[in-house]
Structure formats: structure tokens, C-alpha cells
């Protein structure tokens, strides 16, 4: 397999051992927390906000919102199933 589809695997490849490393480097003098619930609440409030406003004025943009909203929510659905649990269970043992 080549093309595009290697280079974008290769990118998410190298995005996650780097991130990975580097959170090892930030726990050396820092403590990681989760945004709360409140707070990421009201950016996605926004973000839609700004989708919306975006969609008013681009027709193009518009045309796509809709359907990408739906897979965006699918794909969610299932990380939360396959990814969130698999993390959480392997954590755990």
C-alpha cells in the first residue's frame, strides 16, 4: 500500500509515540488533569457555534456539515465502546 494513505498512517504512527514520550517528560514537573466536564461542555457548545456560522455563509461548507456531524458521532459511539473500554480494562490488570 502506498500513496497518501501511508504517509497519513506513518503521521498518526509517529504522533502517538512521540506524545507518548513526551508525556513522560511533562510528568517530571508537572501534574496532567483532565478538563472538567463543565469546561469541555461549553467548547463543543462553541465549537458547533462556529460550525453553524461557518455553514450560514459557505454553501460548500454547509453541504458537507451535515454528514460529517454523522460520522463524527458514529465514530465517537465507537471509540467510546472499542478504544475508552479496551484502555480501561487494560489499565486495570
Given at each position: 500500500m502506498g500513496g497518501w494513505f501511508t504517509k497519513?498512517?506513518?503521521t498518526v504512527a509517529d504522533y502517538d509515540v512521540?506524545?507518548?514520550?513526551d508525556l513522560q517528560?511533562?510528568?517530571?514537573?508537572a501534574s496532567i488533569r483532565e478538563?472538567?466536564?463543565?469546561?469541555?461542555a461549553a467548547f463543543k457548545e462553541e465549537t458547533e457555534n462556529v460550525l453553524d456560522s461557518v455553514a450560514a455563509e459557505d454553501a460548500r461548507f454547509a453541504a458537507i456539515?451535515?454528514?460529517w456531524r454523522t460520522f463524527r458521532?458514529?465514530?465517537s459511539e465507537w471509540h467510546s465502546l472499542a478504544e475508552r473500554s479496551y484502555l480501561t480494562q487494560q489499565s486495570q490488570i
Open positions: 497519513e498512517l506513518n512521540r506524545n507518548q514520550a517528560r511533562v510528568k517530571e514537573f478538563f472538567p466536564a463543565e469546561l469541555m456539515l451535515e454528514p458521532d458514529g465514530i
